[in-house]
């Protein structure tokens, strides 16, 4: 079952603009993390979030936390066609063990000229 | 090489058939992991192994799915008596042990049951 919803479903903008993706989770966590998957093949990792943590960031990107709400944020900042991808939010089941990663069904997004 | 590399890239079979898919992971991650992604949709946990532990097979939809890790290195994701529901992209990850936090997934292999 899903873990983590993302909203929107797809966001267009253009370059350089900057793009906001949603997630909401259901149970307890430990860390929240965000992929992007291009052309709909392998994933790449981008950021990493703990459960005591607000905020992150890494480059353009900044990921929120908010625990009390069970939803995270992803802001992409000064957009590129680059960034045009599908990105998913994951969590690892909060009992720990083997972190198996639980994925939403992502925020497809793309960036025009 | 540097990442996980999975092959074949795209597989087409016919409903009925045997397939199997094969994950290198990264040189001396332990862990390794399968998932299913089908289309439009986020990323489903088949099964996860770690070092010489008893993998996880809950995420594992059917006695028609089975997987092996040889040598605690590559892994092969068999699945028996393909349909048309198996259609879908295999994914494969892996990750250091004690560093699970994040997985390094490979390319993919496109599967397609006609």
């Known amino acids: 079952s899903q873990q983590g919803e993302e909203d929107p479903q797809a966001l267009s903008i253009q370059e350089g603009e900057n793009a906001t993706m949603n997630c909401s989770y259901k149970t307890s966590i430990n860390n929240l993390q965000w992929y992007r998957q291009n052309s709909g093949r392998g994933l790449v990792h981008l950021i990493l979030?703990?459960?005591?943590?607000r905020e992150k960031h890494s480059g353009r990107l900044r990921v929120t936390l908010d625990t009390s709400k069970k939803s995270s944020s992803l802001l992409i900042t000064a957009s590129r066609a680059a960034d045009t991808a599908s990105y998913f939010c994951a969590t690892p089941p909060f009992s720990g063990g083997y972190n198996k990663l639980i994925f939403g069904a992502g925020t497809r997004l793309a960036v025009h000229p | 090489g540097a990442g996980v590399s999975q092959s074949p890239s795209n597989k087409v079979t016919e409903k009925g058939k045997d397939v199997e898919l094969r994950c290198d992971p990264i040189s001396g991650h332990t862990a390794l992991y399968w998932y299913r992604q089908s289309l439009g949709q986020g990323l489903e946990f088949l099964i996860y192994f770690q070092g010489n532990s008893a993998p996880d097979k809950s995420g594992l939809p059917s006695d028609r799915f089975s997987a092996e890790r040889t040598g605690g290195s590559v892994s092969t994701l068999t699945i028996q008596r393909t349909q048309q529901e198996d259609s879908a992209v295999y994914l494969c990850?892996?990750?250091?042990?004690?560093?699970?936090?994040?997985?390094?997934f490979g390319p993919g292999t496109r599967l397609t049951v006609l």
């Open positions: 990850a892996s990750s250091l042990a004690g560093q699970e936090d994040e997985q390094f």
């Open positions: 979030i703990r459960s005591n943590e």
